[in-house]
């Protein structure tokens, strides 16, 4: 039935409004009417438009300046980006305020480059991308198109004829058939730079009110939906909303994905964009403030910053969209607080009224949630367990799901953990200097691939120094995760579990995290279980990175202090520094510090367990890696159970200069048995703790009896786990 309703919105695409009106792309006459009577009522708008003001105030108070192309991050390029959004915001500005100024600040910056754009061929700069001619890719010509778009759009009624038909002569149309007819692949792709570009293309061609741009836009170059706006709606997000890419490239997605269907929704309302595919935009918002850890900064899942927050601009306006069409949710008021600056349209006045009829602002209250991956909900997840509220909460996050394209990590069954206002033991994220040009032009180091993309790199096991799918992108793509079971109903025990087959050449891979809050604890702790299983032997490497200072280790090592060398020769291992290196033979257990709170994690080790403490930048002549530890505890074995917990415990004040329970309470992690049905840990601690840790490691069933006998024991359990010890608080 979908397939035959969506062939019908082929035939009978919806018309265009039968009479132009401008503006219509994003701002409409409406939501002008509505900011002039109202906007000065609610301090949230009326601080976002004065900041709007005082920002084009200094523009307009300097020269209008179009170069000549540049590299990407130099002055050209972020100069040509800086004009594309100083227009937008002029236009917006000219509707609301009347004032000429800005009409006429976007017109004649619209001459210099309709005199500019025709004598462009492609970029000289693009290297492996695919080429813009203002820019170095065609990624950040569409940025430029979206933002020129809906300044055009609001001053067009300002412009002369002539004007009009000069720039699009000149700059849009020529730029709309590079995007969409020279680079026709590109345009095409199922991939965050396919929606920016159709996202441009459309909306230009709703200002020129030209429907050839905007089918083109909608349904792809062949106009059969096999590329085209809503093709990325089908294919990008899973039926829970979570974007395949991850939350740092949903961020920059939302603009243009929230951007276009707004401008949909104003030209062409019986396409009924905001409820495609039951609601997926709404629900690729909340997919990605959910990722969000509790200090507003999205988990940095593929490649991703560790910094970018939802004080973004792209969230911001997805937001106030989001709050505008589905409705008042004290969350998304809660995370609008954060941002405390609102879109200038109708959305933007709403979220400031509400924001004002609150003494206090609300706060965002995230829960545990788990979320499906692949845009058929098949394809493995990522789990998300939360303790505690506000920015001190707890929350523990796993990635099982699909490789993620081209910004992908081979890093399946990694995780993440956020305490205390940190991510303390934390993903690497991408290795990139953003914008800053004298680092290879501000794009992706080659330390990108080397190192950020691997294995290793993550928290994660890796087989036989080597990273999953042997690092290859083509090879990891074709594969996904599975989730194993998922249950977050009881705050004092939640838990997550997942497979990982196939990743390794013979080697079965599954991870169980529990996050549990012991009454005899002050913190909620981590159970980590990683199970392998192979009928080979292998070197099994069980990392934990972590940004703090180490403070203390039970384990007997020797530090290469006067000669260090890489760890390995490949799949990230160049990039290692091998600082110090001992043996185990029993429970393994480091203490470090980060922020004012100390963490010990302790696992389980067999007899002859190598303890390695390394460092990133090895391999590293031009010190674009950044420089931090991590210690990885290497087993040789066929079949392996890694069996760790993290505490977090204790304070530590600078300033007091006072320090606190920094010796955790947990003593030992011991495997007491394993088989093809379950395994059983016993976890013991002062106070009286004493945990045993049950989980099924056969198919999930919420109903199947288990049994491991170990040490002349049976233990018997019902369903996929059960943690008997734990006291509730």
């Known amino acids: ?74 002055y050209e390029h972020e100069r040509h980006m800086q004009n594309y959004r100083d227009m937008q915001l002029a236009g917006e500005l000219y509707q609301i305020t009347g004032d000429a100024r800005y009409a006429r600040f976007v017109r004649d910056m619209l001459e210099k480059y309709a005199v500019l754009y025709p004598t462009l061929g492609p970029s000289p700069y693009a290297k492996d991308q695919a080429p813009g001619k203002l820019f170095h890719q065609a990624l950040n010509e569409a940025n430029w198109l979206v933002g020129t778009a809906i300044a055009y ?233 939360r303790s505690g509220s506000g920015k001190d909460a707890t ?117 169980t995290m529990f996050l549990i809050r012991d009454a005899r604890l002050r913190y909620p702790a981590v159970v980590d279980i990683y199970t392998l299983t192979s009928a080979a032997q292998h070197d099994y490497d069980y990392p934990i990175h972590f940004r703090g200072q180490l403070i203390a280790t039970n384990v007997k090592y020797d530090a290469h202090t006067a000669d260090q060398r890489a760890l390995g020769t490949k799949a990230g291992y160049q990039h290692i520094w091998n600082e110090a290196s001992g043996t185990a033979d029993s429970s393994v257990q480091m203490t470090w510090l980060d922020g004012n709170r100390y963490y010990t994690i302790t696992t389980a080790a067999s007899a002859g367990a190598k303890v390695i403490f390394g460092r990133t930048g090895a391999g590293d002549p031009n010190f674009n890696l950044i420089s931090e530890p991590m210690m990885i505890v290497r087993q040789h074995a066929g079949d392996q159970v890694f069996a760790s917990v993290i505490e977090p415990h204790g304070f530590f004040s600078e300033p007091e200069e006072r320090s606190a329970a920094a010796t955790g309470d947990i003593n030992s992690v011991r495997v007491l048995g394993t088989s093809a049905d379950g395994e059983v840990i016993d976890v013991t601690g002062a106070r009286g703790i004493h945990w045993t840790v049950m989980v099924n490691t056969g198919a999930a069933s919420a109903t199947a009896r288990h049994v491991v006998s170990a040490g002349g024991k049976r233990y018997e359990w019902t369903g996929n786990y059960a943690v008997s010890g734990v006291q509730l608080k």
């Open 395 to 511: 929350m523990l996050l796993m990635k099982y799901g699909v490789h993620g394209q081209g910004h992908g990590h081979f890093d399946k069954l990694h995780f993440i953990f956020f305490d205390g206002g940190n991510a303390v033991v934390p993903d690497y994220g991408f290795a990139r200097w953003i914008n800053i040009e004298p680092k290879y032009g501000g794009r992706y180091l080659p330390e990108n691939d080397s190192y950020a993309k691997q294995t290793i790199a993550h928290n994660t096991v890796t087989v036989d120094e080597s990273s999953q799918s042997n690092g290859v992108y083509k090879v990891d793509e074709q594969k996904h995760a599975e989730r194993h079971f998922f249950d977050a109903s009881n705050a004092s025990v939640q838990v997550m579990s997942a497979n990982a087959p196939g990743f390794y050449d013979g080697v079965g891979m599954q991870r």
């Open 1 to 74: 039935m979908k397939r035959l309703l969506l062939g019908i919105a082929l035939v009978l695409t919806p018309a265009l409004a039968p009479a132009q009106s401008h503006p219509s792309v994003f701002l409409t006459k409406h939501d002008v009417a509505l900011i002039r009577a109202t906007g000065s009522k609610y301090p949230l708008f009326a601080r976002s438009l004065a900041s709007a003001k005082a920002h084009l105030d200094t523009a307009l108070a300097h020269p209008i300046d179009v170069p000549p192309p540049g590299e990407a991050g130099g």
């Open 153 to 385: 759009d609001c001053v067009y009624d300002f412009l002369t004829f002539a004007e009009r038909a000069r720039y699009e002569k000149n700059i849009f149309r020529p730029m709309a058939d590079w995007l969409s007819v020279t680079q026709a692949k590109e345009f095409d792709r199922i991939h965050n730079h396919g929606t920016w570009a159709t996202a441009a293309v459309g909306m230009i061609g709703y200002v020129m009110h030209d429907t050839s741009y905007v089918n083109r836009a909608l349904y792809g170059t062949k106009r059969d939906k096999t590329g085209g706006f809503l093709r990325q709606l089908d294919l990008l997000f899973s039926p829970d909303g979570y974007y395949m890419e991850g939350p740092y490239y949903v961020r920059y997605a939302l603009l243009p994905f929230y951007q276009f269907a707004q401008a949909i929704e104003n030209n062409q309302p019986s396409l009924r964009i905001y409820d495609y595919r039951g609601g997926i935009l709404k629900k690729g918002l909340y997919a990605a403030m959910e990722t969000t850890f509790p200090n507003g900064v999205f988990a940095p899942i593929n490649d991703a910053s560790r910094t970018m927050n939802v004080t973004s601009p792209e969230v911001v306006l997805a937001l106030d969209l989001a709050y505008a069409h589905y409705g008042a949710d004290p969350n998304l008021l809660g995370e609008a607080a954060i941002q405390d600056q609102v879109i200038l349209t109708g959305a933007g006045l709403a979220v400031a009224r509400d924001m004002a009829a609150h003494a206090t602002p609300p706060k965002p209250a995230w829960h545990s949630v788990e979320f499906v991956d692949g845009p058929d909900g098949k394809d493995g997840g990522l789990g998300i367990l």
